[in-house]
């Protein structure tokens, strides 16, 4: 149900690059400028936000000319979108979703503005109240998800065959992430063209150490975090059983032998 009416302002396009190629019908003009530049400037602005928060408001900007559809409201009205057009957004979301996604959608309709150097005419006070008091009407929070467990663990690799190049790779990733409480999204990659060295951990990243009580653990650098830009160590020791991630990785290395600049968990 979140189709777009067609348009030539709106080529289909992947989520994280809706900002950039979705253009409004309103253009600011800037006489100083070429049209390279012009491109060159909504490039450089286009790398302000990460890929996963512009695939984030992708969704958003999408939700919001969904809306327009809806109630009709034309391009020219929808950017520079005005305080008004802004406010019947927020409202139209109330009841639909939670707070939080809310307030990425508005962010995102700003980060449109912003790329595409329109003024943001909506009252910041206003859209605060707003979205304070769609958060009263938002659905319930369904009920925490129950721990992922060591039995659970142990369970999932009971199904998986050591036999099978790709399995032997999942056992390794998903050991590793447990024992070394990462994001799943840490260790792996969002599709088969998605690696990059600078963000993703490579087989060159592994090394031994002990830690301060003399116990050997292995080591993964993780080039990139959620929450450190310049990534950081994560580590594990070795554990009982089958759920223990230095066999399951020496098992993938031995099965799968990915090179030193390739994904970790990279498999044949």
Request: proline fraction near 7%; charged fraction near 20%.
């Amino acid at each position: 149900h979140l189709t777009p009416a067609p348009s030539p302002l709106r080529p289909h396009c992947s989520a994280r690059e809706r900002l950039i190629l979705w253009r409004p019908a309103t253009a600011p003009l800037f006489p100083l400028e070429s049209a390279a530049d012009r491109e060159r400037i909504l490039n450089v602005l286009s790398r302000a936000w990460k890929d996963s928060t512009l695939q984030t408001y992708g969704s958003g900007l999408l939700i919001f000319h969904v809306f327009c559809d809806s109630r009709t409201i034309s391009e020219a009205l929808r950017a520079p979108a005005s305080r008004e057009v802004v406010s019947l957004f927020i409202t139209a979301l109330a009841g639909m979703y939670s707070q939080s996604a809310i307030s990425n959608y508005v962010a995102a309709l700003s980060a449109w503005h912003v790329i595409h150097r329109l003024d943001w005419q909506a009252k910041d006070s206003e859209v605060v109240a707003l979205i304070r008091g769609a958060a009263a009407t938002a659905p319930p929070r369904k009920p925490p998800r129950p721990p992922f467990t060591v039995e659970m663990l142990d369970g999932v690799l009971a199904q998986l065959d050591h036999m099978i190049h790709l399995d032997v790779a999942v056992a390794a990733a998903l050991t590793i992430a447990f024992w070394a409480t990462c994001r799943t999204g840490e260790v792996t990659v969002p599709n088969l063209g998605g690696f990059d060295p600078l963000q993703h951990p490579t087989r060159a990243g592994i090394r031994r150490d002990t830690d301060r009580n003399g116990n050997v653990i292995t080591v993964l650098r993780l080039p990139r975090t959620k929450s450190s830009s310049s990534g950081e160590d994560v580590y594990w020791a070795v554990q009982a059983g089958r759920v223990d991630p230095s066999t399951a990785l020496h098992r993938h290395l031995a099965y799968n032998n990915p090179a030193n600049d390739a994904h970790i968990f990279s498999y044949r």
